[in-house]
């Protein structure tokens, strides 16, 4: 389930969470002190103490909020992983248009079968529509 304040979808992906008052953001990037946290511009933070927008994909932006990591009540690291026609693949995105970012540890012959680009060097890529993916697990690891 995603956490409040993301566009909802049934898809998890990997990345860091925050707690902050009972509620869940994703982290877009952090500082030593700070983290920025995935949250729409409407959105009350009364320990925001800076706003903007960061690049998401091509023409989009995800806007954000800098809190104080002494703010949050938590950071989860969330990792995502799905099946696609038997083989293991990472969730890494969420794209505006419902398509998922994954990413494929294997042979090459099976990232072809499974429609990835990329290679044994550079690693194996693929956007793919939600409805490909079975057997979704995800894994919460509370950070210090």
């Known amino acids: 389930m995603d956490p409040p304040g993301e566009l909802m979808t049934d898809i998890p992906v990997t990345g860091a969470v925050a707690e902050y008052r009972g509620q869940r953001f994703r982290i877009l990037f952090s500082g030593t002190d700070w983290v ?28 954000w909020a800098k809190v104080r990591r002494s703010a949050l009540d ?52 693929g956007l793919v529509d939600p409805e490909r993916l079975q057997d979704i697990r995800v894994e919460e690891t509370r950070r210090a």
């Open 74 to 125: 938590g950071v989860i690291q969330v990792s995502a992983s799905a099946t696609i026609a038997g083989h293991t693949v990472s969730l890494r995105r969420r794209l505006r248009d419902g398509r998922i970012g994954v990413e494929f540890v294997g042979p090459p012959q099976v990232a072809r079968e499974i429609g990835m680009d990329g290679d044994q060097h550079t690693g194996w890529t």
């Open 36 to 63: 920025a946290l995935n949250v729409e511009p409407d959105v009350e933070l009364p320990d925001a103490f800076a706003r903007g927008e960061a690049p998401a994909e091509p023409g989009h932006y995800d806007p």
